[in-house]
Each structure stands twice: as C-alpha cells, then as structure tokens.
C-alpha cells in the first residue's frame, strides 16, 4: 500500500524528511484548527518536519484559527514554496511560535494574514520571513497595526528585508 513516505520522502536518522525527486506536493492540514505542542523545540511535532523539502510548492491551513504550540523552521529552505495561507488564523498564543517557520523559502512572494488579531507572544513572528529574498508584500489586518508593530523584528520586516508592510486587509 501507499504511505506517507510516498508522497513526501525519507526520514532520515533525524526524524528530517528527505526529498522525493520530481514530485510537486501542495500540502493542505484540512480540519486543524489549532496547534498545540510543548514549547520544546525537538519535541515539538511540527519541529523541522519539512525542513529542505524542495518538492513543496504549497501549504494551506485551511482551518487553523489557533496558534499554541511550535512551529519553529517547519518549512526553513523550501526553495521552491511559492505560497503558505493562514486565511482564518486569529491567534498566536503565548506559547506559539512561527519563529523562522519560512527562513529561506526563496519562492515567496507574498503574505497575508488577513484574520490574525491575537499575539501574545511577542516575538513569535521574529524571523518569521529570514533570508525569503523574493517577498515583497506582507498584509496584515488594519486593525492589528499596532499590535504587529510591537511584535519583536517588525523593524526588520520579520526578515523579509525587501518588503513593504501593508495593513489593508
């Protein structure tokens, strides 16, 4: 039978997951709606889980309103992931991070988050967008404009060193 292994590659000795050659994959997490893990990094169930997979094209969190737990590098140097939605995520929580959940994602061009109000962790989007060269637009809630400017690496643009921070969602 088919397992998951045949859509996304190899795990290799550290639980990192190994490129299949040739295969485009849009990942879509239907039905979560929120993401709770312990704040540890290596215990944390989306830790790395797509680290350097070169075949992701996509991700979409349909249903994700809620942000509690570890996102930290999940999808770090997926070069060829040209766009990730959040398009009903209100809440980041004080133990949720998205910490350098795209460093190095090269594709991106743009993001929105056009729900996200909540964020009690104030550096949890801090290099959220390191080394991702090709952003140019990242759209937030008009209403979250004070909020996102005291989050931790606003000056910096989260990383995204040559986008423009828009609140006109």
């Known amino acids: ?47 790395c889980t797509f680290y350097r997979n070169d075949n992701i094209e996509s991700v979409c969190f349909p249903d994700l309103i809620k942000i509690s737990g570890n996102l930290f590098h999940t999808f770090s140097d997926c070069s060829n992931l040209k766009y ?7 809440t980041i929580t004080r133990t949720g991070y998205v910490t350098k959940i795209f460093k190095g994602c090269v594709s991106l061009t743009t993001m929105s988050f056009p729900k996200l109000i909540n964020i009690d962790n104030n550096s949890a989007f801090d290099g959220i967008f390191l080394e991702c060269t090709q952003i140019e637009k990242i759209h ?8 996102i400017e ?9 990383g995204a060193i040559n986008a423009t921070v828009y609140f006109d969602l």
């Open 140 to 147: 937030f809630r008009a209403d979250a404009k004070e909020l």
């Open 84 to 90: 990730a939605k959040f398009d009903k995520l209100e």
């Open 150 to 158: 005291s989050l931790t690496g606003y000056e910096n643009k989260f």
């Open 1 to 47: 039978g088919l397992t998951i292994d045949d859509f996304l590659g190899d795990v290799d000795e550290n639980g990192v997951l190994q490129p299949v050659d040739d295969k485009k994959i849009a990942l879509s997490f239907d039905l979560l709606k929120e993401i709770t893990t312990q704040v540890t990094q290596k215990h944390a169930p989306f830790y």
